[in-house]
């Protein structure tokens, strides 16, 4: 049976979407270091782009070409997360069990990624796209050099970037099925119901790690400049939800109230 090493390392530092989605069983060998790569393996098609291409506005989503942008855009965010992810399970030291309790929560995110990504994969090509015909960006993964410790880690993947798109999945659900693409309505729902057990999984880490401080002073000591809570809100911010997925009341007060220059969900379209 192979290793975590082996198995995570194959993900992030593999060239092509057959090593990110691989699914084999391994064991929890000792932990080695490892030094994390500037950027993860990627070639051809799905290699990083500098082009951007712009996110289409809600009204015209139900255009096959506006559908493959938004489709492609959210695989992306699904490819980086699994990366991401792999490059947690290498990094961070695991010498107890409660460490190894630790990265199997990240494996089970990771896998629950793989089938987003492969969800959106199919979608894609269903309308007559590939991944990979549209520029990849690579901003998730610059903020991971950032992360020095899992607490760093849970804060920007759990509770930043996976609890915007609680919102996010929710909100473009609602736009496709209001198109009648119930597929695509599906997909984003299966997502969202993922994204809650994954912001919970952080949750409940921080709340472990924070010692006597409040879960809201303790995420904001763990976010590495310049991301601020602002970033862990999407369009249509669904008080209700964020509380499911974080259970902690002062939380979710705090993050609905801040605001800063970020503009993403405060645009109108």
Not at 203 to 209: P, R
Not at 214 to 235: E, I, N, V
Request: proline residues 4%; charged residues 25%; contains cysteine.
């Amino acid at each position: 049976m192979t290793s975590y090493y082996d198995f995570a390392r194959q993900i992030l530092l593999g060239e092509s979407l057959e090593d990110k989605l691989i699914d084999a069983p391994f064991e929890w060998s000792s932990w080695s270091e490892f030094a994390l790569p500037s950027t993860p393996g990627r070639i051809g098609k799905i290699s990083f782009s500098q082009n951007k291409i712009k996110f289409p506005r809600k009204e015209n989503l139900n255009h096959d070409d506006k559908k493959a942008v938004a489709l492609h855009s959210f695989a992306n965010h699904e490819l980086l997360a699994i990366e991401m992810m792999a490059a947690a399970l290498l990094v961070y030291p695991h010498h107890d069990e409660d460490s190894i309790r630790f990265k199997r929560g990240i494996l089970t995110a990771l896998k629950d990624e793989q089938k987003h990504l492969l969800l959106y994969i199919d979608r894609l090509n269903e309308l007559g796209y590939e991944f990979g015909d549209f520029p990849l960006n690579d901003f998730f993964w610059k903020q991971m050099p950032k992360l020095k410790t899992p607490a760093q880690y849970v804060a920007i993947m759990s509770l930043t970037f996976e609890a915007a798109n609680l919102d996010f999945a929710q909100y473009y659900s609602q736009i496709f099925r209001g198109f009648g693409d119930e597929k695509t309505a599906t997909i984003l729902e299966t997502v969202l119901e993922d994204e809650i057990s994954h912001v919970q999984f952080g949750a409940h880490w921080l709340k472990k790690w924070r010692e006597d401080k409040s879960l809201w002073q303790y995420y904001l000591d763990c976010l590495p400049f310049p991301l601020t809570p602002a970033r862990g809100k999407g369009l249509g911010f669904d008080t209700s939800l964020h509380m499911k997925a974080v259970g902690d009341q002062e939380f979710i007060h705090k993050l609905s109230e801040y605001e800063d220059n970020f503009l993403v969900t405060k645009r109108k379209s």
